[in-house]
């Protein structure tokens, strides 16, 4: 893993900032919701408490209408919270299963949905009918004959007294209720009553019935009772909420005091919402003001719908509930129950306010610390590439380099650096002192080797015995070869500054070639020689003697390393910027590790049981190469098809 790379994973550490905000403003709104719902209990327990005893206030009968149970015939209208239009279709009333109260005999079934809004009644009748049966047109309700599907109503009014009305249709369509009154003469006959008033309308089970009746007219009781007759003038099969025999009432009708919603009214505030309910579970009357909440600064925008991505908990409710249970004057019997209910708009207002400015700072610092992290980590990786260059191209063919990037710098890096610059330059000197070593030591043991060979010479002169004679020749051999190795350790020295002080010309390359390689049947004839010259001439800018000079080297080099009568081949070809010479030596093959090292210089590969008596030093492919670069060109070495001996190969700018 790269060093920018760690650096970079290091700077998206500092992300836990915002991953630790998240957890404390979960913290937070916790600790606001609990203040919250322990807030609202208080609310709820307070109004509970104002309402203790208020019987009257909760119903319209009092404390006697609810002392027992809900029996079965009892109904308690739910709280609508708009007025439902009188089409018969049930589009406009809540979807309120729990709601609706059922009652069947037999085959035959209806469910009844009571609501109240302001002062009015609204019931909603489902009838299951097989054969629906309109009255006839035209004839008069009360004839037997005539008469089809009805729908008593049964009421106990204020004064205690039963009445009932009974709807009846010709078709579908608004209805309008009658009672039965007793005429001038004592007959009987069908009054209107145009305070309630309704509509009827088939339905693929049976038909629904609208129905709209003035909370004034109903004391404690109500009931309805449903006539189904299979054909007009049949004898109906008849049940419900009323006593088929004389339709008196067997239910309550449990309603709230109209008073009632007024009174919740006042501890209203915006996002809160206040009901109270029957001791079984059905609302009375409501108060709302949720959808009123309190401004707490502009809309919430992206960043923060976004954060809250990150904090709002799976499925948790945004409302609070508390309940309190509404006691009687002793204390003894539950005759309500209230719940208050607020929105989590305000804390999680709060909450979102604080936790987008907290966010938008951590994550603006975490951003900035992994881009300046980032930056420093490419600054690093930059700086260290510098000085890994330096390290590798510090070493070159002309010596070491001893300049080194960021010595100046004032931190580690730079004390590196330093180090780096100082030891090669002490490398530098000891290499340079290397370098003029052979020259010093010629030269300091030219004149005591002068001395040995001409004391030689004179002993030679005198008259030694037979025995002596072996060793002065033993003698005169060695500081021979002792002379030969001087000489060659000065050659490269005098070939570097024979190369310094040569003057370039321009000169056709293939005559000189040939020339050299004309010379060398006769200087080594236990070699063969073959040429491969271009016809057309080779111009390039440089000095012949120089080019003469290196292929001796090569040739040398090729004669050495190939067997007797041994085909050594001299090639010249054209490159677009170069020529090339190539010496093929039909010998050893090239091992991998030595071809990069063939041109340093006192560097050779021949073996200790090498059967050529004259001194090698690595210098004659070493100056090679030097001619070579002095021509703009460079030289290499590789191995023959199948491995069959050595190519050596000089490039030379055109």
Request: hydrophobic share 45%; with cysteine.
């Amino acid at each position: 893993m790269s060093l920018r790379l760690k650096l970079l994973l290091l700077g998206l550490a500092t992300l836990v900032l915002p991953w630790g905000g998240c957890r404390y403003a979960r913290e937070m709104e916790s600790a606001l919701r609990e203040g919250e719902e322990n807030s609202l209990q208080a609310v709820a327990q307070t109004i509970a408490s104002s309402l203790q005893g208020r019987s009257d206030l909760l119903y319209r009968e009092g404390k006697a209408h609810v002392a027992a149970a809900a029996g079965p015939y009892d109904l308690q209208p739910i709280v609508l919270t708009a007025q439902p239009f009188l089409d018969g279709y049930a589009g406009e009333w809540p979807r309120a299963p729990a709601a609706w109260a059922w009652f069947a005999k037999g085959r035959h079934r209806f469910g009844i949905l009571t609501g109240v809004f302001e002062r009015m009644l609204y019931i909603q009748l489902d009838v299951q009918d097989d054969h629906l049966v309109f009255d006839a047109a035209g004839a008069n309700p009360l004839e037997s004959s005539a008469v089809g599907d009805r729908v008593w109503l049964g009421m106990q009014d204020p004064d205690g007294l039963e009445r009932q009305v009974f709807i009846a249709a010709t078709g579908p369509g608004s209805v309008t209720a009658r009672r039965i009154g007793t005429g001038e003469y004592g007959q009987q006959q069908a009054v209107d009553e145009p305070r309630i008033v309704g509509a009827w309308q088939p339905s693929p089970q049976g038909y629904r019935l609208e129905v709209r009746i003035p909370l004034s007219m109903i004391g404690p009781r109500f009931g309805v009772l449903i006539d189904d007759r299979d054909e007009r003038g049949a004898t109906p099969v008849s049940y419900g909420t009323l006593r088929s025999d004389d339709l008196h009432t067997v239910g309550r009708l449990i309603v709230a005091a109209p008073e009632l919603t007024g009174y919740l009214a006042q501890f209203m505030q915006p996002g809160l919402r206040l009901s109270v309910a029957t001791p079984s579970g059905r609302s009375l009357a409501q108060a709302d003001a949720l959808a009123q909440v309190t401004e707490l600064g502009p809309e919430r925008g992206v960043l923060a719908r976004f954060y809250r991505r990150f904090v709002d908990r799976p499925g948790e409710r945004k409302l609070i509930e508390s309940a309190a249970p509404i006691y009687d004057r002793e204390h003894r019997d539950v005759i309500g129950n209230l719940q208050v209910t607020q929105t989590a708009d305000r804390w999680l207002g709060l909450r979102d306010r604080a936790l987008t400015q907290m966010l938008n700072f951590t994550l603006i610092t975490s951003a900035v610390a992994v881009i300046a992290m980032f930056a420093f980590a490419a600054r690093l990786a930059v700086r260290l590439s510098r000085l890994r260059r330096a390290s590798e191209s510090a070493l070159t063919r002309e010596g070491l380099v001893t300049t080194f990037p960021e010595t100046a710098a004032p931190d580690e890096l730079g004390d590196v650096a330093r180090g780096f610059s100082t030891l090669l330059g002490r490398l530098n000197e000891y290499t340079g002192y290397l370098r003029t070593l052979a020259g010093k030591l010629a030269h300091e043991i030219r004149t005591p080797l002068t001395i040995v060979r001409s004391s030689l010479e004179n002993l030679e002169t005198e008259e030694v015995p037979a025995t002596a004679r072996v060793y002065l020749d033993r003698a005169r051999q060695g500081s021979e070869r002792l002379n030969a190795i001087l000489i060659a350790m000065g050659a490269a020295t005098r070939v570097e500054e024979a190369i310094g002080n040569s003057e370039r010309s321009r000169f056709d390359l293939v005559p000189v070639i040939a020339s050299a390689a004309g010379a060398y049947g006769a200087a080594f004839p236990e070699r063969a020689f073959s040429t491969k010259l271009p016809d057309e001439p080779i111009m390039i800018d440089g000095a012949p003697d120089l080019i003469v000079q290196m292929l001796d080297k090569l040739i040398d080099n090729a004669v050495d390393f190939s067997p007797p009568a041994a085909m050594i081949v001299i090639r010249l070809a054209l490159e677009p910027h170069f020529a090339v010479m190539e010496v093929d030596n039909p010998g050893p093959p090239l091992a991998a590790e030595t071809r990069a090292r063939l041109f340093e210089s006192l560097w050779q590969s021949r073996g200790g049981g090498d059967s050529d008596s004259r001194p090698h030093f690595g210098l004659g492919l070493y100056i090679v190469r030097l001619i070579a670069e002095f021509h703009g060109g460079s030289a290499s070495a590789t191995n023959l098809p199948e491995e069959t001996g050595a190519r050596f190969s000089v490039r030379l700018a055109r």
